[in-house]
C-alpha cells in the first residue's frame, strides 16, 4: 500500500497552467500532486559565446527551490553564495532533456532560458520541472511564430519525465516524498512522444536492484510518460 | 492620469491569501496588483550565535526574486554566486519592519525566519513583502501560541508599508512599475497600526524634493497603510 | 544632556582637509568629532558597460572601514571575501547623493569613482563620508576644468548629509558613537545647498516614532546641513 | 570499427596500481588505456557534523582533473574559485557507488575520504575513478583491519563501473575519447560483484535511444565489468 | 643620481607617529617618505583553533591598501571578493616578521592581530609597515604589562625592514616608486636589533644578480635597518 | 646526521621524466626523492589582456598539491573555493623564476602556461616544481621551433632551484620534510646557468640567522643548483 493510497502504476494529480506569470515568453505553473514548480521560458535574441557565428541556437535551464518550499527550511542558494551539487546536477538534466527535442539550428542564433523555481515540494520535482518546462518552451516557440521570427517550429517531438522506484520491495510509479525518502531505489525518466528514452537515472539508495527490477520500473515509466504527454498536449491545445 | 488609471490616493487590489504553501508555519501570497509575493515564515528552536543565552529571540527576513519575475530576466543571484546590494538592503529593511512590532523577549529563545520571493514584478515589492510578511508571522505565532509554546503573543501590534512617490509632478500612492521607473521622487513608508513610524527612505531619483513635498507623500501614505492594517485584520480574522 | 555635553542642535566640531593623500584626482580627510574618513575622487576616461556611447558619464561611490577603525575589531571585508549588507547600502547611498547634485550630461563620458574610508569610527560615518565627498568631488572637477577637458562644471548644487536622533527621548543633532548606539530613532538626512531632499532614511531602532518627532528631527537636520554647507564652501574657497 | 580497432565489447587495457604514492591508507593508479586517475582513499577518524552520534561512518569522494590532463587546457578549478556542475555531479556520482558497498554502521564513527584526481584523460574517467577508488578504499579497510580497529570488513561486495554508447549505430564497450565525443549515446553502469545495477546513467547526445538499444547497452556493460571485477580481485591478490 | 637626490645609502625621512587613532591597543602611523601606512595593534583574548590548549599566544597581520593610495586606482579587495597573491603574501611575511620576536609562550593564550593599511604608497609599504608594526605591537605589549595581564614582556628584540635594490646599475638603499619600478634588483630585508636576519626576499625583475652584488645589497640593509631601529626606540621612549 | 643520511651537501636522487603525458606540449615528471611533481607546458596563441598588441609574450604558472599527495590530507582548493596564499605564493615565484630567463620578445605574442602539480610531497615542492617546469617549457619551445613557430630559441638561459636550511645548528642542502619541518632557518635559491641568482628567499622559522650562516647556505645552494643543471642538460639532451 502507498501512504497516498495510489496504485502502483498511477500517477498523481498532475496540473499543467499555463500563462501562470505574465512577463515571460512562456510561463506554466505544473502540479504532480503538492508538488508545484513555476517553469518560465525566456527567449533571449543571442547566444552563449561557445555558440557566437555558428548558426544555431541554444536552450539551457536553471532550477531553484524557494526556501520553505521544503518541510524544514534549506539554506538560500543566493546568500550562501553558490548552488549546490544536487541544483546544478537537476538544471544540467534539464536542460539536456529539452535541447533533446529541439533542432538548435531551426531555432536560429538565439536561446531560450528556462527557470524551473519550486514553491512547494514533495518529490519529483525534477521530474515535474522537465514536464513543465516543455509546455513552457513551446508557448515561447509558438510566440516567435506568431512574431514571424519563426517560420516553422523547431520543436522535434515532446519530451516528459517521471520518477519510479521500488518502495517497500514493490515497483511504482511518479514517487511522492514519503516514498522518495524511503525507497530503496530511484530511478528518473525522460522519454520522448515517440516512445524513446532522453536519460534514464537509477540510483540504488540502499540494495542494488536486478535487471529484472530495472525493467519493471521502466514499463512503469514508459506508462506514466505517455500519460504526462496526452497532458501536455492537451494543456497546449486550450 | 496615472497609467493605471487610478486615484492620486488609491491602491492597487491588495489580496492577502494566508496558507498558500503547506510546510512554512506561516505562508502567505501577498498581491499588490500584479506585484505578487509568496511570504513565509519558519520557526526554528534557536537563535544566531550572538543572541545564545541572552534570553531573547530574533526575526530576520531574506529576500529574492525569482529571475523571470522581471520585465526582461534578471541573473539567477544563486548562479551568480551573491545577493545583491539591493537585495541585501531590502530584505535588511523587511527584517527591521518586522523586528518593531515584535517583542523579542517574550518570543523566548527561537527565531522567525522571513522568506519573501517574488513571483511577478511590478513595483512595490518591498513594501508588499513587508505587508505580507506581518501575515505569516502573525499565523507562525498563533501556531506556537496554539501549541502551547508561547502563552501570550510577543506582537506589540500591526506593521505594513506603502510606496509614494511624485510621478508626473502629482504626489501618488502605491507606484507600480511604469510609475516607478518614471518618478522622480520615491519614498517607502513602513507604519505601526498605531499611526507611527518604524521606517521612512525617501530618495531623489531626479530633481530633489521639499519639506512641503514629502509632506503631501506622508499624508498618501498614512492613508494607505492604514488600508493595508484593515486589510491585514481581515485576513487574519478568517 | 548628552555624553559629549553639546547642545541638542549642535554639530561635532567638523573639518574638511583638502589633498590629504597626494595620487587623486580629489582627496579629503573629513573629520565629524572623532570620526575620521578619507574620501577621494578619481577621475577615469570611460563609463561603465551599461552607458556605453549614452554621451553622458557617471558617479559611483565605494566605502570601507579600516578593520581597527571601531572599538571592537571588525573583520577585514577583503580577507572574508564579501562586503557586509550594511556597506553596500552605505555606499550606494552615497553614490546616489552625489549623483543628485551632478549633471551627468555635462560631466561627459568619463566617470568619478569615490572612495571613503573610514580610519577613525565615533557614529556618522555615511554622512561625514557624503559630506567630505563632495568637496573631493568638487577638486576633481575642478581638476577637469583646468586641464581643459571641461568648459563649464557639472555640478549643479552642494549635497551634504547629517545624522539626528532621538536620544534620552530628545531630538539631538549629530549623533556621536554613545548617542547611535542608544538612541531609539535613527535619522540619515542628505539634502542639497538650497535646501531641498536627496534622500532621508529614518529608522526606529526601538519605539516607532511620531510624525511630531520626525518634524523636529527634520528642523535639526536642516540647521545641520546648512551649517555643513558654508564649511565645504569655506574648505573649497581657501 | 573502432577508432582504437577493439572490439565492440572489448575493454581498453586496464591496470590497477596499489601503493601508487606513500602517505594515503589506500593510493592506487587506474589505467583504462590513455586514462589514467590516482584514486587515494584517506582514513579519519570522525564523521561529518550531520552523522555525529549516530553510531555509523561516512564514505565520500572529490574528483578533479589536472588543468592539462586533457588535449586543450582546462582552467584550474581551485583558481576560478568553483568546482564545475559536471566535477559536482562526479564526486557525487563515486560517492553513492563506494557507499552501494559498504556498511556504514560496521565501518564505525569514522569517514574514508577517495579523491580521485586525473592525471591523464581519455574518455571514462569517472568510470575508472569509481573501478580504481574501490581498490583503495579495500587496502584503506585491510590497514584499519590489520591495526585492529576493525575486526570485520565492512565491505558488502566490489563494485565497478563501465561506459557504454552508441558509436556510428552500433553499441560499444568502455568509450575512450574519440567515441565519447562523437557517439550519440552515452551511458554510465555501475555494478557490484553479485551483478546488480548501482547507478545507471544513460544520456542521448543526440538521437534518443531504444529500449532495444538499452538492453544491448546493459548487456555489453555486464559483460565489462565482470571484467573490471576479475581485475579488481587479481590486484587485491597480489 | 636618484630620483629623490638621496644618496645611495641614504634612507628616506622616516616618522612613526603612536596613538595615531584612538581604539586600538597599539596604534602607528609609519611614514618613509611619502608612503604612509597605518599601523594598528588589537589584542583578543583568544587563540586561533589551530592553538586552542597549546599554553600559547598567536601573533597575525593583515594588509591592505586604499585603492585611491596609488598613482591609478586599484580595485577594491573586499568588492572584487578575494585579496590578491601579492596583498597575501606581503601580510604572511609581516606576521612571520613579528612572530620572529614575539616569545609566544609568554604571550599567553591571546592573540595579537597587527593591521596595516597603506593610506599612500610609494615605494617600500611592505618594509614601512613591518618597520611600523613593530612599535604598534610594543604599545599592545606594554598595555598588557601595565593592566597587569602580563608581568614580563614576550619581546625577544626589536625588528625592522628595508628595501634595497640595484638601480641604474647602482646599488641603492630604501626603494621609492620610482625606483622600484625601474630597478633591476629588488630585496626586502627583515632584521632584529641584534643585527640577524629574519626574513630576505631577493628578486632579479630583469638581470639576474651576482653574489657579489647580493653582497652590496646587504651592507646597505643593514645599515638602514640599524638606523630605523634607534628611530623605534626613539618613537617608544617618548 | 641527517634523517636521511645524506651529506650535509647531498641532493636527493633527483629524476625528470619528459613526456611523462601525453596531451601537454612539454610534460615532465620531476623527483627530489620521494617529492614528485608533474610539470605541463601549455603553449597558447594568446596573450593576457595587459600584453594584448605589445609584441611579446608571457608565462605563468600554477601550482597545486593532490590532497593527500601529503602526510594528513589537506582540504582540496577547489571545493573549499580559493586558493591559499601560500599556493598562490608559490605559483609567483615559478612564474618570476621562468620569465628570468625567457625571452617574451622572442617568444612572440603567445603565452605559456606551467602547471605545477604535486602528486607526492616530501619537502622541496616548489624547488622541484622550477626545476622539472624549465624542463617542460624547453620541450614546448623546441616543439614550436619545430613547427616552425620561432626560428630561434627565447630561452636565454638555464634556470633551476633548491633549498637550503639550518637543521640541528648544521647548514645543509635539499630538506626533505622531517628537515623542512624541523629547521631553524629554510632558503629557497633559485639560479641561472650562468650562477646569478633570480630569487632568494630566506625565512627564519625560529632563531634569526646570521651573515655567516646565510653566506654558508648560499654556498651550498650553487652547488647544488649546478648539479640540478647538469641534470636538467642531461635530461634534455635524451
Redesign the interface.
Same mark, same amino acid.
Given at each position: 500500500m502507498r501512504p497516498s493510497n495510489r496504485q502502483a502504476n498511477e500517477l498523481r494529480q498532475v496540473r499543467l497552467t499555463r500563462n501562470y +506569470?505574465?512577463?515571460?515568453e512562456g #510561463?506554466v505553473l505544473v502540479e504532480f500532486g503538492?508538488t508545484?514548480v513555476?517553469c518560465?521560458a525566456?527567449v533571449?535574441e543571442n547566444v552563449p559565446p561557445f555558440l557566437k557565428g555558428k548558426g544555431q541556437g541554444w536552450v539551457t535551464a536553471?532550477y531553484?527551490m524557494? *526556501?520553505? #518550499? +521544503?518541510?524544514s527550511?534549506m539554506r538560500?542558494? &543566493?546568500?550562501q /553564495?553558490?548552488?549546490s /551539487?544536487?541544483?546544478?546536477?537537476i @538544471?544540467?538534466l534539464i536542460g539536456?532533456s529539452l535541447r533533446?527535442v529541439v533542432d538548435l539550428e531551426k531555432l536560429g542564433e538565439r536561446q531560450i532560458?528556462v527557470?524551473c523555481?519550486v514553491? @512547494?515540494?514533495d518529490g519529483g520535482t525534477r521530474t515535474a520541472s522537465i514536464t513543465g518546462a516543455f509546455v513552457a518552451i513551446s508557448d515561447a516557440i509558438n510566440g516567435l511564430i506568431a512574431a514571424g521570427k519563426l517560420t516553422e517550429s523547431p520543436l522535434k517531438?515532446h519530451v516528459a519525465a517521471i520518477s519510479v522506484g521500488i518502495f517497500e520491495n514493490s515497483p511504482v510509479l511518479d514517487l511522492d516524498y514519503p516514498e522518495d525518502s524511503a525507497c530503496e531505489t530511484d530511478?528518473n525518466v525522460v522519454?520522448?512522444g #515517440? %516512445?524513446?528514452?532522453?536519460?534514464? @537515472? %537509477?540510483? &540504488?539508495e540502499g540494495? *542494488?536492484? #536486478?535487471?529484472a527490477e530495472?525493467n519493471q520500473l521502466?514499463d512503469l515509466a514508459?506508462k506514466g510518460i505517455k500519460e504526462l504527454i496526452v497532458l501536455q498536449k492537451a494543456a497546449l491545445s486550450q
Open positions: +506569470t505574465r512577463h515571460a #510561463s503538492d508545484k513555476i518560465t525566456t533571449e536553471e531553484g524557494l *526556501p520553505r #518550499s +521544503t518541510n527550511r538560500r542558494e &543566493a546568500s /553564495g553558490k548552488q /551539487g544536487r541544483t546544478q546536477e @538544471q544540467r539536456r533533446a532560458l527557470d523555481d514553491i @512547494q515540494a517531438d530511478m522519454m520522448t #515517440s %516512445g524513446d528514452f532522453v536519460e534514464i @537515472q %537509477g540510483t &540504488a540494495v *542494488p536492484f #536486478s535487471r530495472m521502466l514508459e
